[in-house]
Structure formats: structure tokens, C-alpha cells
């Protein structure tokens, strides 16, 4: 079964898909968007793309994408991850890597290395082409990467020692399941009023179901209209969690709410 990811080769997000799919049928492409649109397109069977870091929080591009392409999410894989930074040489000018590890590092990279001009790329093992070749590059990635005339300068160089991000499997709106631990859930009331929130998320606490996560996105209309991402720790196929959603899609009756689906969770390291 094909799975595409965030490419090239060497990236937090291959290490992912690692975990769900066999190496020889993980496929590349540069950007999140494209892996949601294809798998939503039905052209390719399973997707894996970030979704959280626990020091940068939400990968917005992945969630607009959720919002803009109809997909269906049947797992989580959580990794923690620890950056290196790899370069040719100590006398480096530029540092090369996705936004999300730059941001992850930027105390550290501050710190240590004031003088080195920042360049966000498409992945972190974009990055780390470019530091193969041009000897002005340094890449931060994962210290795998570090392979010939690439040596690592640094290792464990996030901000913070415990750093994880979660992935997310995505698969055509066919395999959505109800069976799972967790749900991922898209609210757009396309309403405004004092106490909105609350009531939303009021039938959750009602029916006594955990919110692991709420992210609000700008929808996009207008100012101040959003779209709220909520996770839940429950399974579509409770009684619970169908009460509550006949509640929340009520409140939402001007705009609408999606069921991403309910998935188990898995750690790899
Ligand atoms: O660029 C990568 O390697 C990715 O998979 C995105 C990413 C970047 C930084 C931390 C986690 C995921």
C-alpha cells in the first residue's frame, strides 16, 4: 500500500510512515498540502504528515489542509525527536531546515551560533542536501543524516530535552473508522456570540469526554471567524461521544462539523 510523505528521504516525517508502512512502498513529496490533496484525490492510499510539536505547537498548514481537502485520519504515531546540526566544515554561514526545527532550535541557535543566517526549506532533509552541497550550508535534522562529507556539529539541540511531534495517517474519507482511542473532530459554527465556545465544548464535559487538544484557524471568511480542530479522547462508536455530537452539531447548525475519524495511538522512538 503506497504511503507518501514529507521528502526527501531522511525526514522526521519518513521516520514516521516507517512505523505504518513497508520502506519500499513510502513515496516522497515536498509539501504537506500536496500529501493531503493526493490522498483525498484517492491517488495515493495513505498519507503520514506532522500535525503537533510539543515546543511549536500545530503545524497550521496540516490542519488548513484537513480543512480544505476531505480526508479521514486512522492513526497517530508520536516521536520524540532530537535534532543535530550537520555541516561540511565548523565555517558555516547559513543554517538550512524546515521552519519547525529552526523554531525548535532558536534559543539554542541564538546562542551558540548568532552570527549564521537562518533558511527555512521544505524539510529538514532538504536541508541537509543542501549542506551536502554547498560547505556554507549546515542542516539541522536527524543525526541519521549524518553521512559523508557531513559531520554533526551538535547533537540534542532543541530548545527544550523533551521535544515530540506528532504525525498523523491519513486515508481517503472510505476508511474512515469509528472504532479508536481517539477522535479527531472539525467545528465551524460560522456564528459569533458571547459563551460560543463554551457551549461547544460543553457537551464534551458533559458526557465526561477528555479534550486532548482545540486549535482555532482562521476560516478564512473574515475576521475573526474560525475553525475549530478538537480532539478527543473517545471513539466514534460510543454512545457518548454520538450524544455529544448531536449537541455540537445543533450549536453548529450555520456551518457544519466533520468527523476525521477515530484512530489508537502509537510511540516510536
Ligand atoms: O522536515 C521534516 O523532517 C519533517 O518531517 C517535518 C518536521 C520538522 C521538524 C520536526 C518534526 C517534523
Redesign the pocket.
Known amino acids: 500500500m503506497e504511503t507518501l510523505?514529507?521528502g526527501p528521504a531522511?525526514?522526521?516525517?519518513?521516520?514516521?510512515a516507517r512505523a505504518v508502512s513497508d520502506e519500499d512502498a513510502i513515496q516522497f513529496t515536498e509539501s504537506?498540502t500536496g500529501i493531503v490533496e493526493t490522498v483525498a484525490q484517492e491517488k495515493t492510499a495513505r498519507g503520514v504528515v506532522?500535525v503537533e510539536?510539543s515546543i511549536?505547537g500545530p503545524?497550521t498548514e496540516t490542519l488548513d489542509a484537513f480543512t480544505e481537502h476531505e480526508i479521514a485520519v486512522i492513526r497517530e504515531v508520536v516521536?520524540p525527536?532530537r535534532?543535530a546540526l550537520l555541516a561540511q566544515n565548523e565555517e558555516f554561514e547559513i543554517i538550512a531546515?524546515?521552519?519547525?526545527?529552526l523554531a525548535?532550535c532558536r534559543s539554542v541557535l541564538e546562542e551558540n551560533y548568532p552570527e549564521a543566517e537562518l533558511e527555512a526549506v521544505?524539510?529538514?532533509?532538504?536541508?541537509v542536501e543542501r549542506a551536502h552541497e554547498d560547505p556554507s550550508v549546515a542542516a539541522?535534522?536527524?543525526p541519521d543524516n549524518a553521512k559523508e562529507p557531513l559531520q554533526t556539529l551538535a547533537e540534542d539541540i532543541q530548545d527544550r530535552s523533551s521535544?515530540a511531534?506528532r504525525?498523523l495517517v491519513v486515508a481517503p474519507r472510505a476508511d474512515l473508522a469509528k472504532a479508536g482511542s481517539k477522535t479527531s473532530l472539525i467545528v465551524y459554527p460560522n456564528r459569533d456570540y458571547p459563551g460560543l465556545l463554551l457551549e461547544l465544548l460543553n457537551p464534551l464535559a458533559e458526557q465526561d469526554i477528555n479534550l486532548t487538544r482545540v486549535e482555532s484557524r482562521p476560516s478564512g471568511e473574515r475576521l475573526g471567524d474560525y475553525v475549530f480542530h478538537v480532539d478527543i479522547a473517545a471513539g466514534l462508536y460510543e454512545d457518548r461521544t454520538v450524544e455529544a455530537l448531536r449537541e455540537i452539531e445543533e450549536l453548529a447548525d450555520a456551518g457544519w462539523v466533520r468527523r476525521l475519524g477515530s484512530y489508537d495511538t502509537e510511540t516510536i522512538v
Open positions: 510523505t514529507l531522511g525526514t522526521y516525517s519518513h521516520r514516521a504537506v506532522p510539536n511549536e503545524v516521536t525527536i535534532h531546515s524546515h521552519a519547525q526545527a525548535q521544505t524539510s529538514t532533509a532538504r536541508g539541522i535534522g536527524h521535544n511531534t504525525f
